[in-house]
DNA sequence: ACAGAACTAGGCCGATCGGTCTAGTTGGCT
DNA sequence: AGCCAACTAGACCGATCGGCCTAGTTCTGT
């Protein structure tokens, strides 16, 4: 009945639908704790067409995570386009953060899906190697731009600012606003000065 | 017969074996992902004594998240007893953290238990203040220590430790090991000469 | 106009979920 | 010796899990 009522406008082919069904309960709900039947029904799509799309409900999970991973990317991107130099580039990175909290938040902030995906998988699961992939590209990004920056020790304060990222969102996860996130934000310009 | 084999030694009372079972499987595993016949097996006690000692699964989630609170507190009041200034009580709140993580090693080191368990916790769950909580209180305790210490504004420090500690936790248990925690106690013995 | 792909609802599967119940055994205390 | 509390194994419950299948409908490209 809903289905077809909005049946003139609903033209997003099934997998799209389901991939953002998925992103909205997994990041709301956590992985595990929802079910198969939960995402096809917030995606008002049958089962089968699930099934037709991925393999498993893991290849699905692993699809989310490629996802959230590109989707973090390209709001990187956006910010760093727009960035004058080499300095605003590293502030990019936070920024890209931020507003992957602002995207989240309305539906309740609670951190990186990514991490809190990684968080409930079990020990030996892909996608944890997906996550610490992720989070390593972060950290190469940073690093890239702060050798441009040729200060002391790039190294090192690329691991201290990714450290600030990610302690800034997992905090900022658990209270369910960004303001940590931001101070975060502000301590890394600190420490860009000094360097 | 296998009980009853062991019969002889067993003598730890059930809701103890319960709650050092669920310890290992919720942190290897994950909590959603752990049935309660799984930690009843590895407890190696009959269904009923889980539920004359819990009233549920989720009352047992929340015994196990105190617990974890309550023994890190133990690891953190030994490394500060035997730490001679306030200085070393800041670091000694790291060197809790490392203790932990080299607890969990040989198991497979996942990270923190509590900020796995909250991120796998739906939204408004109160496993979720209840991690915050015990997040705010190692901040404190930073805070409390930077405080005596004198140096100027404790609070914005005492905030930027506790992400390199949060931030250092997720990177070293997506890696699988506490090099990345053991270099944020590194950043922050530095942070701590120069202020 | 028509073929074929995409999609639909919904029944079905075996397994497992959290939780309850019964009946019987064990162990420590007095 | 006798009692009570803790504990046991395992059957059982309804619900839900991930996944499969069928039959029919709707869309789209030619």
């Known amino acids: 009945m809903t289905a077809a ?9 099934a997998r799209e639908r389901l991939l953002a069904a998925a992103a909205r309960r997994f990041y709301a ?11 096809i029904a917030e995606a008002g799509v049958a089962k089968m067409s699930l ?11 692993a699809e989310y995570l490629a996802v959230r991973h590109e989707e973090w990317l390209e ?4 910010r760093a386009a727009g960035a004058a130099g080499a300095r605003e580039r590293v502030l990019a990175v936070f920024d890209a953060y931020l507003d992957h909290a602002a995207l ?26 997906a996550v610490r992939a992720h989070k390593e590209q972060v950290e190469a990004i940073l690093l890239e ?3 441009a920056l040729g200060t002391g020790d790039a190294a090192r304060l690329a691991r201290h ?14 209270e369910g606003t960004p303001a940590v996130l931001e101070q975060a934000r502000a301590i890394a310009t600190e420490l860009l000065d000094a360097a």
Chains 1, 2 share one sequence.
């Open 161 to 174: 600012l990714s450290l600030l990222l990610e302690g800034g969102m997992m905090r900022a996860g658990l």
């Open 5 to 13: 009522a909005e049946g003139r406008t609903r033209r997003r082919p």
């Open 29 to 39: 709900d956590g992985i595990a704790a929802t079910g198969i039947d939960a995402v």
């Open 51 to 61: 099934y037709n799309n991925f393999a498993s409900k893991d290849a699905l999970v």
């Open 104 to 129: 989240a938040y309305d539906r309740g902030f609670r951190g990186c899906g990514l991490l809190n995906a990684a968080a409930e998988l079990p020990a030996g699961h892909d996608g944890r190697a």
């Open 75 to 78: 709001l990187y991107r956006r």
């Open 145 to 147: 731009h702060l050798d």
